[in-house]
């Protein structure tokens, strides 16, 4: 009995203890009340908000200064180490350590060009191609020695003789309508015009048909007299203008041809050329539509006139008479393209912001510095927004801001070959990328026009909607998200969540239907540096510029005077585009909770989903064999497994909001822990979701993609394909294949999710 | 023996938990090292410093447009609600919320004056004064219709006539000489010069006298021609020049004289204006030296020639040959006052930014904003500061900082004739002032010149060199700091606390001594609207402006232009000024541990008893009674104690800054309530320190100045006295009230000592 009654006394003492431990430690009400005093808690924390200072610093003068410097000459991949140090030197005069990164990939230069119309009997020469651009009064770039001629990146050697054919643009329905025609390619030399698809698919597609060169001019359709006026008159392309460019099949894999997979350091294994999948073998090179004229002309009557395949063959010069025929030309074309390829040293410049608070997290933004010729807007004004963004971050920085995570800023080299600055860089730091980068965010060329457009993984739409809406259109009392909601009426999407209501046409909705509209965010392809981070690193990726408004890119005429005179006088557009980017990357660094939507990626998934099966039943529908199949019902289940976990992640952060706040400043030690606990699970989930979509294997036949919701398509090189593996599936009509990437992907999906629910 | 088994059980229980417990709260240096991630916390926190910040803001185009507005027409004290509303409108257009606050003081304003010297016997008159400061080309300002005449404010009505006498200054010592002299001022018009004291006790002075009237003269030794070109070739004093001012003795009691010690509110009750002890009674008039000359040349011959009595009674018209001679003339002088008396509505513009921590606790920073003229130098540059700073507040709210403590801004109003518009709302407001008011900031005439000078309450220092350390000198490497250390090398202060040592000078170090000088800054007197907060409630002043630049002060070439041509032509001094107001009060709104240093207190105490034991060692000496004082033991030793107990409150600021962490942001509630309650302690000591030097009896005979160790001279009225009972005890050779003071102003230091003790 005494034992018990002692126990019981113990207890009792302790007891006590307890209720009063309890009274002083877990009035959380009383507590937190008493913290944060005041109504200014309910305000914001009285501190002053970076975002909102930033928004002041992006100077157009500046901005003006930046392009004026980086357009001052030719700045081609590998050749422009100068101002590889100048970005690295800048970077540094910012307080931003910075180091110029070297890599070892096989580029290409010009030697020698021509592009010819003959009478293979006669030898008489009818036609020699220009191949050069008019010097333009006023604008020196057009006038620079350092301007490359007619060259494509990473095109063959070759000096070729055959028939000319007309191709249209190139794409494997175009070729197969050829042949549907009854035109051959073999030992052609094929004729096609830029558009639709990249430049190297369209040398694959005439290489696999036994063509023997390809010439990709340039329609006045498509960027030329029939948009509006040409330059000098206007940003349209002149008749003797012509696109450079890569031909390296990026869609197979980007970066150096030779070391596919892993870093083009200087000893790394490489392949011998021959055996590079990335490359084309037949020769290839670009032209104007001055160039090009005579040759369409010499196809008239030849073969089938173009407009019986479709009136889609048909292109502008019917303004000045010419007749769209496919040919075999009576008359013969010699192409002849002369290049040196070699290993060439490139420089990407990384600067980097070591964080404050969790300095093992990091945002990287980037943009290539290598262009064409004087790349104004194409990569240029995306490289005067990263320095401006260097600027400003410095500006931050000397009133005493550090942010939260690690800032990286990279300029890359030699995108315009193969992303191929980006790509090493990635395959030679993929192992602490994947464990510490929260996200990538990608400008090119930022100011290509005045329309503003993004693609990215859907976990950064509310992110990117929240910048956008921040930002002043210029000129206008809209924001750029208002403008970009306007211009994109054609294509609005609403991100619905809910797969089973057969009305919609998918990502189209009823005009009927009461919905919650909001800008297109396509998803990514390949096309840029962020390809590697998005698609084989699995780091969740957004791509963004104002575009639409000009049609010079890759020539002499992207030009400090036509950005000046018809795209960006003001630099408006620049500084816009500047405060986006940096919102965007100090919310991703500084918020405490990452602002990234597992719910929004849900509804795109679903999205995703119905355009696959779109896609699917238009290959079921063609093929004589496999029963109809409407829906993918292990992807729709995967998905809305995937729905109701995003939705936890959700309800853990409005719970860290109410309950604790999101600054994790509250009284009770076991409080604050739990909060931070539960924050950083939080965030552990938003910033590493994305690596649960990588496949291992890769796209069958495309290995080194392997991001298993989106790619580039097969025989798209630049847009997105959906689920590619599935869809090429289909597309190849391989029933089985497309069964068991389904399995596959769903439960790729149902991992994701689980990953989700350990929140 | 089982009954404490269970007990022994019991307690084990309570005990494991009790270790569980430490273990998990009191492992203070792991969990801190925690909480402060990485090293960015040596560097300070990552977030945006508001204070560097703030200095960018300030902007000399906007300064320009605020002393534009101000000086745009006269703003005579109760004529100028219309800058009042504007001074309200601007401070809520920047988010501050602003009111009006209207007080009722007894002012007069002028009727009619005239001056004329005459043949008593023939009524002839030798001279008329023209009484009218001569219009300027190209300066409207000299022009505006609504400038006052010739006026004095508060001066008393009368139509006097009486012989000339010529007094030097009229301080006590030249009316103690004209008497042994043997000249007499009874039923005289004296005649003075401006300088040295308040213009109220040259006219009390010669009240007292028997005079009948008092004209005070600007003399071109002091303000005019001897100094530098005079207006508009220069900024100095021109011929016609002449000084309004009030008359009022502020040293007796300063606010709306009928109503000392409580505020004029429509029904407080009011003296009779004949009981007002702040009041003259014999009329007075300001001239300029053009009409003095005449006056001072019908001297000539008649008593003493000036020279006979010092060198000092001679002043500069001795360049036109004129001599300096007592008189009295045989000529008489008739002086016509007609001013009218009126209890007239007075307007302060208060505005409030509520602290988002701390309200409880404010700051105050204010300006006068009436004017005797277009008032460019004096106050409105201050005004312009004033605004400058409201918008500056502003632009930080706008990106989200609220001050820790509450920051008011007051525009006061009728300062000019005797501190009315402050004095009145400290009365009013005096318990809140006393429990909530950290410190008051003055900036009566921000800009009159480019010297740099600063009188304060001693535990202001530090902030203040702080923060001029901060904000460069224009047009220079310098800092302001720099520039005031160097062009004060006459009277370097080297503020120890050793009293021991005999060789100094007091303060005037021995220059072979090496030691740490700083810029002086002067024990704060009365002279601007700082004397009720630090005189009358006990709250810590600081007074600041750049001088020494102008002779025009107070008349019509106080103007725009002037200040625009010969003072400011950049507004660079006016930035510089907003700068360090504006990083003064934003250190004391914002610095967790707020960052007055009662040992800078305490050094200073011991210059201030030096200081006395020199002063009353000259009355001891001049008196034929009495022993040789030469030390004040009593002072000296309370001093030693208080210097002693501000050390304990730096070490108690050292400990929670190494301890803790001024942020209190650490793991343990216990720790963290600590840290609290540790700085709350330390911010209560040093900003209710100065409560402690008010004795509530006042300095007797002048009972409203309650402040022990400072006050305004009671023969001098600007510049202050250290412990004015004291040494006016020893004036009046009282020795014995003399020791009961020293006793008790000994005793309120040790009290304050104490107070210090408690941190």
């Known amino acids: 009995m005494n034992i018990w009654r002692g126990i019981a006394i113990g207890l009792s003492a302790m007891a006590l203890f307890l209720t009063l ?30 975002g909102q200072l930033f928004l002041r ?35 540094e005069a910012q307080g931003i350590e910075a180091k110029i990164v070297e890599y070892y990939p096989w580029l290409n230069y010009p030697v020698d060009q021509r592009v010819a119309l003959f009478n293979e009997s006669t030898h008489a020469v009818e036609f020699e191609a220009g191949l050069k651009e008019d010097a333009i009064a006023g604008d020196s770039a057009s006038e620079d020695p350092n301007n490359l001629p007619a ?44 558009g639709g698809i990249l430049r190297g698919l369209k040398v694959h597609g005439a290489e696999r048909g036994g063509a023997r060169g390809v010439l990709i001019y340039s329609d006045p359709a498509d960027d030329g007299y029939c948009i509006g006026k040409v330059y000098p008159s206007g940003p349209w392309r002149p008749e003797s203008s012509f696109q450079r460019g890569s ?47 005579p040759l369409l002309r010499a196809l008239v009557g030849h073969g089938k006139n173009a407009s019986e395949i479709s009136e889609s063959w048909v292109g502008g010069l019917t303004s000045r008479g010419v007749e769209y025929w496919t040919g075999p030309s009576a008359l013969s074309v010699n192409l002849l393209n002369h290049v040196e390829f070699k290993t060439t040293p490139i420089q990407n410049v990384i600067g980097r912001i070591t964080g404050s608070e969790e300095p093992g997290r990091a945002i990287i933004i980037g943009n290539h510095r290598d262009a064409w010729c004087a790349g104004a807007s194409d990569p240029s004004s995306g490289s005067a927004v990263l ?12 009133l005493g801001w550090r942010p939260r995570r690690t800032i990286i800023l990279a300029s890359w080299d030699a995108e315009e070959y193969s992303l191929v600055g980006s790509t090493e860089w990635v395959e ?116 963004l510029g104002f575009g639409g408004g000009l049609g010079t890119y890759h020539s002499n ?46 509804k795109s998934l679903a999205g995703y989903i119905r355009e696959l099966e779109r896609q699917v039943a238009g290959y079921t529908a063609a093929s004589l064999n496999g029963t109809a199949m409407k829906r993918l019902h292990r992807l729709r289940a995967a998905q ?40 950083k699970s939080i965030n552990d989930r938003v910033s590493r979701l994305e690596r649960h979509f990588i496949d291992p294997e890769g796209i069958p036949g495309r290995e080194w993609y392997k991001h298993a919701l989106v790619g580039p398509g097969r025989w798209l090189g630049y847009d997105a394909q959906v689920f590619p593996a599935i869809a090429e599936a289909a597309e190849d009509h391989k029933w089985k294949m497309l069964r068991q990437y389904e399995k596959r992907i769903a439960e790729i999906i149902y991992e994701a999710a689980w990953f989700l629910r350990e929140v």
């Open 428 to 543: 030679d730091n993929i192992d602490w990328i994947r464990a510490d980068v929260v996200a990538y965010v990608n400008v090119d060329a930022a100011v290509m026009g005045s329309e503003f457009g993004a693609s990215a993984s859907p976990i950064l739409k509310d992110l990117l909607f929240a910048a956008t809406k921040k930002v002043a259109f210029p000129g206008s009392n809209e924001t750029i998200y208002d403008a970009w909601l306007r211009q994109s009426q054609g294509d609005l999407v609403s991100d619905r969540a809910d797969l089973d209501n057969e009305d919609d046409n998918g990502s189209f909705p009823d005009p009927n239907r009461a919905e919650h509209h909001t800008p297109p965010v396509r998803p990514l392809g390949a096309g840029s540096d962020y390809t590697p981070f998005m698609s084989h690193a699995g780091v969740s990726s957004l791509n």
């Open 247 to 293: 031909v390296s099949l990026i869609q197979v894999y980007p970066g150096d041809p030779l070391t596919p997979g892993h870093p083009a350091t200087k000893d790394a294994p490489r392949l011998d050329p021959k055996d590079a999948k990335s490359l084309n073998h037949i020769p290839s090179l670009p032209l104007s539509y001055r160039d090009a004229e």
């Open 21 to 50: 431990y309890a009274a002083t430690h877990l009035s959380v009400p009383l507590c937190m009340h008493d913290m944060r005093s005041g109504t200014a808690r309910d305000q914001g924390d009285g501190r002053i908000d970076p």
């Open 151 to 194: 060259f494509l990146g990473l095109s063959a050697s070759g000096n070729v003789t055959g028939q000319l054919v007309y191709a249209n643009y190139g794409t494997l329905d175009d070729f197969r309508a050829l042949k549907a025609a009854g035109v051959s390619i073999k030992d052609k030399v094929v004729l096609v015009r830029y």
């Open 57 to 91: 610093i992006p100077s157009t003068d500046r901005l003006r200064e930046h392009l004026q410097y980086y357009t001052s000459g030719t700045h081609v991949a590998g050749i422009n180490r100068t101002q590889a140090v100048h970005t690295r030197d800048y970077f």
């Open 557 to 602: 005429y992207d030009s400090f005077k036509q950005m000046t005179t018809f795209v960006d006088p003001n630099f408006e557009l620049h500084q816009a585009m500047t405060r986006v980017c940096g919102l965007v990357v100090i919310h991703l660094a500084d918020d405490a909770v990452l602002k990234l939507s597992p719910i929004s990626y849900a």
């Open 640 to 679: 809305r497994q995937f729905l109701t976990n995003a939705h936890l992640v959700e309800q853990s952060k409005h719970r860290l909001r109410t309950v604790y706040g999101e600054d994790c400043q509250m009284a009770g030690r076991r409080r604050r822990m739990n909060c931070r606990k539960l924050r």
């Open 387 to 398: 320095l401006e963004l260097a600027r400003a971050f410095g500006e931050l920085m000397k």
